[in-house]
């Protein structure tokens, strides 16, 4: 299971400890290719270039004071400039991407971070947030079926 948070606010991520940003934690990079939402497996909320994970996720938490409220338990970011996030798990299952290729474009916000790639995001999932806390019965069952490595 994906949503373990320590006492220390870290995260359990296919066995790997991650901070959380604003109450979301890091599952690593995931493929984005072939989605239900115009070829995504999110819903795409903003793209500029301003973007790192923590303004995708900040402008994904800030939904829930909006009119109407909405509770984005998933965010990820993509193609240096792309923020995705859904109120349910990413559909269809994403497969995990590993290696040298998998997620290396630099954020346009802050070149020091990764923004995911060319159909390829970093994903966060909510661990706590104000009246929400995990996603048990949105996460998948497990570690991702499909692993790829990406060279």
């Known amino acids: 299971m994906y949503n373990i948070l320590d006492s220390a606010g870290s995260f359990q991520a296919g066995g790997q400890n991650t901070s959380a940003i604003r109450g979301f934690a890091s599952l690593g990079c995931f ?3 072939i989605g239900p939402y ?4 999110m819903p795409q909320l903003f793209a500029n270039d301003s973007m790192t994970p923590d303004l995708c996720i900040s402008s994904a938490v800030a939904q829930l004071s909006a ?3 909405t509770t984005y338990l998933w965010a990820g970011v993509e193609y240096g400039r792309e923020c995705y996030a859904g109120t349910v798990a990413p559909t269809p299952e994403p ?6 290729g998998a997620c290396t474009m630099a954020c346009k916000g802050d070149e020091h971070e990764i923004c995911g790639g060319p159909a390829m995001l970093n994903l966060y999932v909510v661990t706590r947030l104000a009246g ?3 996603t048990e019965s949105d996460v998948w069952s497990s570690t991702p079926a499909t692993r790829t490595a990406v060279p």
């Not at 115009?38 to 497996?41: D, F, K, P, R, T």
């Open 31 to 33: 493929s984005d290719s």
């Open 67 to 69: 009119m109407p409220a």
């Open 132 to 134: 929400v806390t995990g």
């Open 38 to 41: 115009a070829g995504h497996n």
């Open 95 to 100: 497969s995990a991407l590993e290696g040298s």
